[in-house]
């Protein structure tokens, strides 16, 4: 498996698991976010050009960093 497809899969479960974490007790919110994490990578699939893959990934990164630091849960409390 060449380096760019290993990067391009472990930052796929990267964003997968981080998702999965934040969202642990939102079922509607980790549907939603995984049917868009596999949306974007399925629409991205057929990209070829090098430059333009690690850009994905350089995003794909950032909103792995996005979700893990800057979203918050709330909890109805009665």
């Given at each position: 498996m060449s380096a760019t497809k290993l990067n391009v899969l472990q930052i796929?479960?990267?964003?997968?698991?981080?998702?999965?974490?934040?969202?642990?007790?939102?079922?509607?919110?980790?549907?939603?976010?995984?049917?868009?994490?596999?949306?974007?990578?399925?629409?991205n699939s057929g990209c070829k050009d090098a430059e333009e893959i690690q850009k994905l990934i350089k995003l794909a990164e950032e909103v792995e960093t996005e979700l893990r630091t800057s979203v918050v849960q709330a909890k109805i409390i009665k």
């Open positions: 796929f479960k990267k964003l997968h698991r981080t998702s999965h974490g934040v969202f642990r007790n939102d079922s509607h919110a980790l549907s939603a976010v995984r049917m868009k994490i596999n949306e974007e990578f399925r629409k």
